[in-house]
């Protein structure tokens, strides 16, 4: 019997695939439709400190292998939450990570230990990186420094793992990660959504009203392979890798180049029985293989990074 | 030890009759009696494309009826295009039904169906259910071409007066089929589905007429079943069907954004704010 069971930075989880924040609600939603015995966390929709009604419409667009999304946060806000969405969410089959966005460090703290105060919250995630909310979201996820300052005040607030929620949209992302290992956090969320737009020809207007996006599905999956990969090579805690996953062999990619664990969001929009599909590839894969163990191939396929081969003998 | 084999609650249904209506007109019969039981009239699916390729699609709920229900959609795209492909005898995944359907709950003695194009792939079960209940319906059917006008006489059979449009005139009324609601007399019930134009033109004629009027709406979904609200709709705080949410967000807005596929797809046109 193959295990598949993993911990992400003092989370316990029973399966290594997490549903993706925004992706999945509550998880209510897809209860009455999918199985969801082999989830092994949901990471709920962001919450803010205040209500938000989210960006005007449209917010998808379809594009070629993904879609672009500009939801912009709609949510009512952390009083609301918990006094009349968190008693819902008891008694779950399986952990509940809150996910905390905000527009000042502040914002931060504060949400995140309402949040954390709650029984029903097993870890909170920081989403330092929605791309969504004018420039202010993603802010965080772009300065090192800032990102350290969010995640060492939000630390103070709690004891349950804190999951930091890294942005692609960076030159280095490892040393953001770096910084943000540093400052406390117990694991890593990588990637968000890329940046993106698409625009419509006959209108000659943006196709999201909000004017620009986050881009996800397996169109930026090498881009989230990558990441993994580099943000493997400089932090030592546990990394949720997150992009375009949808088959057992994407999820495979990650746990190679470095994650502990994988998160699915916009295959579910394909079939929402993704995360039983992929779960039962990763026990058939390591069952072939005789590795008993899913935290056995993580990071295996980590080789460092090439240096280009120069042209000797031409100096001219 | 097996592996552990996980309980989905996918309906795997089959098709058991496909018909290509007109060209790129198509109609699935399937073999899928528990969604049978649970179809309302005005809700839908979520089809999961049969290669695994592209996102799931949301289709009306065309027949449902003993143990078949059915699906009619056009040929736009890529996931259709997968659809269209299936051959009697294959499996094919749905989740649903979905949505909250037409509210029926209190009969009219007059109805007016408005249907646009592919619209006309969600109304049928409610001009059933309408006649039925001993209303007389009248179905306002538009398409471009005579040959888009699809299964038309199936909703005769049914019991409805047919009143046609197309827009080049090949059948019925050279125009929009909204022209021809203005003209007929004023019903106490409107239900419409179509294209966005033909629904905001059918509320604002509800609204000149007085007459109560029921929109279902096309937009792109996601999930289809509430979780991503990517697919809202701006809808008066003080309807019935916005979603709970704080009473007074920032800015003091009377508006909430509703999701078309949860809160939805049906809703009252006056409720509306777009």
């Known amino acids: 019997m193959v295990s598949l069971e993993t911990d992400i930075g003092g989370l316990r989880l029973s399966h290594p695939t997490l549903m993706g924040s925004g992706c999945y609600g509550s998880g209510d939603e897809f209860a ?222 990650f746990f190679l180049a470095g994650a502990a664990a994988v998160a699915i969001g916009t295959a579910n929009f394909t079939d929402p029985r993704t995360p039983e599909r992929i779960a039962n590839g990763l026990r058939d894969y390591l069952q072939q293989r005789g590795i008993a163990s899913i935290r056995e191939i993580v990071g295996k396929a980590n080789v460092g990074l090439a240096d280009a081969h120069e042209y000797e003998g031409d100096e001219g | 030890m097996p592996a552990i084999e996980y309980d989905s609650r996918v309906h795997v249904t089959r098709v058991a009759d496909r018909r290509e209506l007109a060209p790129g007109v198509i109609l699935l019969g399937l073999e899928a009696p528990e969604l049978v039981r649970a179809t309302r009239p005005g809700q839908f699916v979520m089809a999961i494309p049969p290669a695994g390729e592209s996102a799931a699609t949301a289709l009306g709920i065309y027949e449902a009826e003993g143990t078949r229900a059915s699906l009619l959609f056009f040929i736009t795209g890529k996931r259709t295009h997968e659809l269209a492909e299936l051959r009697v005898g294959e499996p094919l995944g749905l989740i649903g039904p979905l949505g909250n359907g037409f509210d029926l709950s209190s009969v009219p003695q007059r109805a007016a169906i408005v249907a646009g194009g592919v619209g006309i792939a969600s109304v049928l079960l409610a001009a059933q259910a309408l006649v039925r209940s001993g209303a007389s319906v009248e179905l306002l059917y538009g398409a471009r071409t005579s040959e888009l006008l699809v299964d038309a006489e199936r909703f005769g059979e049914a019991g409805c007066e047919l009143v046609l449009a197309t827009d080049d005139g090949s059948r019925g009324r050279h125009g929009f089929v909204t022209e021809l609601l203005g003209e007929r007399p004023a019903p106490d019930l409107i239900l419409a589905c179509g294209p966005t134009p033909m629904l905001r033109a059918v509320g604002a004629i509800a609204a000149e007429l007085g007459v109560p009027a029921q929109l279902s709406l096309e937009e792109t979904f996601a999930c289809g079943v509430g979780g991503c609200w990517g697919c809202v709709v701006p809808l008066a705080r003080s309807s019935a069907q916005a979603p709970s949410f704080p009473p007074a967000s920032r800015g003091g807005s009377d508006v909430v954004f509703a999701r078309v596929c949860k809160e939805g797809p049906v809703f009252r046109s006056d409720e509306l704010q777009w």
């Open chain 1, 32 to 253: 009455p439709f999918v199985d969801q015995t082999a989830i092994g966390a949901i990471v709920l929709k962001s919450v803010t400190r205040l209500p938000r009604l989210g960006n005007p419409t449209p917010r998808l667009v379809r594009t070629p292998a993904g879609m672009l999304n500009a939801i912009g946060l709609q949510n009512p806000g952390i009083d609301w939450y918990v006094e009349r969405e968190l008693p819902k969410y008891a008694g779950r089959a399986c952990p509940l990570v809150g996910s905390v966005a905000g527009f000042s460090v502040d914002d931060y703290a504060y949400v995140c230990e309402r949040l954390a105060a709650d029984d029903a919250i097993a870890a909170v995630e920081l989403n330092i990186s929605c791309p969504n909310v004018a420039s202010e979201g993603e802010t965080f996820a772009c300065d090192p420094a800032l990102a350290a300052k969010v995640v060492k005040t939000a630390r103070t607030t709690t004891d349950k793992p804190l999951i930091v929620k890294l942005s692609p949209n960076v030159t280095d992302i490892a040393a953001v990660a770096v910084e943000v290992e540093s400052a406390g956090a117990d694991a890593l969320a990588v990637i968000n959504t890329v940046r993106g737009m698409g625009i419509d020809v006959e209108t000659w207007r943006p196709r999201l009203g909000n004017v620009t996006g986050g881009l996800s599905g397996p169109a930026i999956r090498p881009i989230a392979v990558l990441a993994v990969y580099e943000v493997a090579r400089a932090v030592t805690i546990p990394i949720v890798g997150q992009g375009g996953i949808e088959t057992v062999t994407d999820a495979l990619e």
